[in-house]
């Protein structure tokens, strides 16, 4: 009896583990509302840097439209890799993230949609002031934030130009936050990555601005705003309106509003902030084929994609716009 009771016992705990283990997977790509029902809460996932500054100012937006029918929830991440495992379960439906970090994810086979871009321009190369050509950098220690990046693209395309390799530097990741006291030690030499972190090494006078991505690439793609693949296509019609929404975010970014945004959203100075935004803008955030063509080819030549998705595996349009 004691045996039948134990055995009992064991299969109801594997029966709750079970439906708990369900239910948490449940519903992650389903619709959630406010506690009264008015508006549909989409969650998207950030990293503090400037580029996200289009989400922050369609949250306000939001929030200031009592006849609106979304609500943005935002979740700050710490780093790519928590974000990116975030977005690809469900847990959030969407986030503001390095444009190769989510193309990579759809080449394994994972299902997600870039709708925007997050911003444009806005990456500038920054090394230690004894360095005052590319040339200098031959056997230093440059750091990006992903090898699956834009940032790593701007470096090799100007290590190119100049008529250098890849090889002929050492590549170290770090996290943004990292990179200007990393610099300041000494133990960089360089990098590349996300505003304000070029700036605030400007600002602090521990390096200078070598390179902005003007001069290396034209209508570079970095960051984008990008969907879990099954909460779009469970909510295209609310996803349609969040795209609307964040260009119009994004064509009302001036550069006041943009420092008063980043004061609240990142708790950076007024100086770093006035540097950083001098080189980035975030006005017609569509993503265009002939702008994704150039990443994919610029990803395959340098070896960081050798398959990249297609623009129309990857760029989701509603069916109502246009790109060219």
């Not at 997977?25 to 406010?34: F, H, I, L, P, V």
């Not at 990008?226 to 064509?251: H, I, P």
């Not at 950076?268 to 955030?285: P, R």
């Amino acid at each position: 009896m004691r045996k039948y009771k134990i055995r009992k016992s064991l299969c109801m705990l594997l029966v709750l583990t079970l439906l708990t283990v369900l239910s948490s997977g449940c519903g992650r790509s389903e619709a959630k509302y406010t506690a009264d029902g008015k508006k549909q809460i989409i969650t998207i996932g950030y990293l503090p840097i400037t580029h996200a500054l289009a989400v922050f100012k369609e949250k306000e937006l939001l929030d200031a439209d009592e006849n609106s029918t979304l609500q943005i929830q935002l979740q700050k991440f710490s780093s790519w890799t928590d974000l990116m495992d975030a977005l690809n379960s469900g847990r959030i439906n969407g986030a503001s993230v390095l444009a190769e970090l989510a193309m990579a994810a759809v080449s394994n086979g994972l299902d997600l949609k870039a709708v925007a871009l997050g911003h444009k321009d806005g990456n500038v190369v920054i090394v230690s002031n004894d360095i005052t050509k590319v040339e200098d950098l031959k056997g230093k220690t440059f750091a990006i934030p992903s090898k699956q990046s834009s940032h790593n693209i701007l470096l090799n395309d100007m290590l190119s130009d100049a008529g250098m390799s890849i090889d002929d530097v050492k590549v170290v990741q770090l996290a943004p936050a990292e990179m200007p006291s990393s610099l300041a030690s000494g133990a960089i030499d360089g990098y590349c990555v996300a505003e304000p972190f070029g700036a605030q090494a400007v600002v602090q006078d521990y390096g200078h601005v070598l390179y902005d991505s003007t001069q290396l690439w034209q209508n570079s793609i970095c960051c984008a705003l990008v969907m879990n693949g099954s909460f779009l296509e469970k909510n295209k019609e609310a996803v349609d309106k969040l795209v609307a929404g964040y260009e119009e975010a994004g064509n009302r970014l001036d550069e006041t509003t943009a420092k008063t945004l980043a004061e609240a959203y990142l708790g950076q100075n007024e100086k770093t902030l006035e540097v950083s935004m001098q080189w980035i803008h975030y006005d017609n955030l569509q993503i265009t084929k002939s702008d994704y063509e150039q990443l994919t080819e610029r990803m395959k030549k340098y070896g960081i994609n050798k398959n990249p998705p297609s623009y129309e595996d990857f760029v989701y349009q509603p069916e109502s716009s246009e790109s060219d």
